[in-house]
């Protein structure tokens, strides 16, 4: 659904109005599309961590100009360096002259050491500090810029190219104010940045429309050969979504008893396994708890959190799960800071982020990786069907105040997916332009 809003402030008399109102003014994001470059100019590096020759190498070597600008790309801050409250003012000394000059859609990215992982309380304060920075800073650049923090473990300093690469370009456009921990892992080598996931089988539930189908779609333009399920009542939207991305489909109720044997059966005997399961599938029942019933309080909980559960020890204990396997599960920013009249649901997508922070050291050792995704207010069927006015307070409340698109959470589930994320396991990354709701 067009977003007028966006449009009318855009134009002349459009952005006049705005002004004059302190009206919010959504720019148009740079959304990534095929043959565009990662960074769209130069990025300016800053810092003096132990990640500044690492960041410059790589940096080079995806093809990201690393030089002053009077109007940069992207600002990156290597500080791992910062081991004490009082040398924080380094971040003032880096962006305060530039952050004004970043440009539209711009990247800000800072990087640092995990604070459960310091050696004394002082560098365990300073880097805690950078959270609250970053949070902040991702609220002022503005103009479509985004701001992120990512954490890189010691010895994982080879472990960040696609992490860098999704960040530093358009499929993160939707992404903001988040904290990433990048942790130690063996990292394969790509050959073909363009099809990552070439010879890899992912699983997509609910992908008959939607967010689902654009995972789906997203996924095969990476390289894989895509499965979708859905429901049989969904049957005809779903093979004309595996019909257009190249995949197969399969309809089944992932709420059935047998249905986690009955997929890995499937999956084992005609793919050999699964190297990638985003879990999509889910529904609502919206009622205040006082008025919700058995029903509708069963029904979210079996589809949204149960059924991924089960699936997930199925494929695990039954060796489905390929070594260097990637779970994906749909989580929400109401699992994260609650809704009224969603309890269910609330609950539900909070134990999908349980699901990945509880599941991700067991399986470290396969080894594989778990994170969750948690959208915000997506541009989709259902938030079109909201009230005007429901609507355009969810576009509004971020920071880039405007709705996200269904690609937006496909692009990051694909970064996940990446071979090169194998350090990436435990993570919680909203898709929400950085939702003025929730951590």
Known sequence: MADLYQQFVSSGPGKAVAQRLGLP????????????????????????????????????????????????YGLVFDATGIIAPEQLRELYDFFHPVVRSVRPSGRVLVLGTAPESTENVAEAVAQRALEGFVRSLGKEVGRGATAQLIYVAEGAEDALESTLRFFLSGKSAYVSGQVVRVGVAEIPQVQDHDRPLAGKVALVTGASRGIGAAIAKTLARDGAHVVCLDVPAQGEDLSRVANAVGGSSLQLDITAEKAPAALAEHLSTRHQGVDIVVHNAGIIRDKTLARMSEAQWDSVLAVNVVAP???????????????????????????????????????????????????????????????????????????????????????????????????????????????????????????????????
């Open 309 to 439: 559960a089960r699936i997930n020890d199925h494929f695990v204990e039954h060796q489905v799960l390929r070594t260097g396997g990637r779970i994906v599960g749909l989580a929400s920013i109401a699992g994260i800071a609650g809704n009224a009249g969603q309890t269910n649901y609330g609950a539900t997508k909070a134990g999908v982020i349980g699901l990945a922070q509880t599941l991700a050291p067991r399986l470290h050792s396969l080894p594989a990786t778990i994170n969750a995704v948690a959208p915000g207010f997506i541009e989709t069927k259902m938030t079109a069907s909201m009230p005007v006015t429901v609507r355009e307070v969810g576009r509004r409340l971020n920071s880039l105040a405007q709705g996200g698109l269904p690609i937006d959470v496909a692009e990051t589930i694909a970064w996940l997916a990446h071979p090169g994320s194998a350090g990436v396991s435990g993570c919680v990354v909203r898709v929400c332009g950085q939702s003025l709701l929730g951590a």
């Open 25 to 72: 003014r959504p720019v148009r994001l740079r959304r990534y599309e095929p043959g565009q470059p990662i960074a769209a100019g130069p990025v300016l590096l800053g810092g003096h961590g132990r990640l500044l020759s690492t960041l410059t190498k790589t940096l080079e070597a995806i093809g990201i100009e690393t030089a002053d600008s009077a109007s940069p």
